[in-house]
């Protein structure tokens, strides 16, 4: 199986900071690579998908980037709203198909 | 608005079974795949299970391979996942999601609200 190292594991960060988190994959994954928000006691939401799309209805402060083996996830200017967990996904087939472990971003 | 809802998490005894539902809503669910994801406490996501589209395919984690089975009925909306064997470490939040973009799982745009499973004895 594809590896998703993600770091760091924790950010503390102020309101109006500019926020990035790395996703490292263990082989190439090209650009299908997918990010996700999940605040506490709620289910994951889809923020980008194949590295760099936004989806539908998210904030443009988050943009995705990378190829390969190395993607980021910036959010450009960091609101309190934005208290949570953030995940990676890899996605290179139906049988491979992995999380990285997790970002925690805390409001400073 | 496109929802999913699960059902049939609970308490149950290492050994035991338990059948997950998860209805769908708002979208065309024979055209999507499906796949169900769970988090233990306080951990991280790993993807389960998910059932394609374009050739009725299935794939599991080996963490649950011949112990797990994922099916869909078309007719009533409803995905499935049928849990036998179960073990201590199969405790977690499981999440029912649909694919974005269609006949195969690739990244998952909608989620349900989750069912917990605790096996526990």
């Known amino acids: 199986d594809i590896q998703m190292t993600q770091s760091p594991s924790t950010l503390s960060a102020s309101v109006g900071d500019r926020v990035t988190i790395t996703c490292r994959a263990s082989?190439?994954?090209?650009?299908?690579l997918a990010w996700y928000q999940q605040k506490p006691g709620k289910a994951p939401k889809l923020l980008i998908y194949?590295?760099?799309n936004l989806e539908n209805g998210v904030p443009s402060r988050f943009s995705g980037s990378g190829s390969g083996t190395e993607f980021t996830l910036t959010i450009s200017s960091l609101q309190p709203d934005d208290l949570a967990t953030y995940f990676c996904?890899?996605?290179?087939?139906?049988?491979?198909?992995?999380f990285g472990g997790g970002t925690k971003v805390e409001i400073k | 608005e496109v929802q999913l809802l699960e059902s049939g998490g609970g308490l149950v005894q290492p050994g035991g079974s338990l059948r997950l539902s998860c209805t769908a809503s708002?979208?065309?669910?024979?055209?999507?795949?499906m796949a169900w994801v769970r988090q233990a406490p306080g951990k991280g996501l790993e993807r389960v299970s998910t059932?394609?589209?374009?050739?009725?395919?299935?794939y599991y984690a080996d963490s649950v391979k011949g112990r797990f089975t994922i099916s869909r009925d078309n007719s009533k909306n409803t995905l499935y996942l049928q849990m036998n064997s179960l073990r201590v470490e199969d405790t977690a939040v499981y999440y029912c999601?649909?694919?974005?973009?269609?006949?195969?799982?690739?990244?998952?745009?909608?989620w349900g609200q989750g069912t917990l499973v605790t096996v526990s004895s």
């Open positions: 999601a649909k694919d974005r973009e269609g006949s195969v799982a690739d990244y998952f745009d909608c």
């Open positions: 708002g979208f065309t669910f024979s055209s999507y795949a």
């Open positions: 194949k590295a760099s």
């Open positions: 996904q890899q996605h290179t087939g139906s049988s491979s198909l992995t």
């Open positions: 059932i394609n589209v374009r050739d009725g395919s299935t």
């Open positions: 082989q190439s994954v090209s650009n299908w």
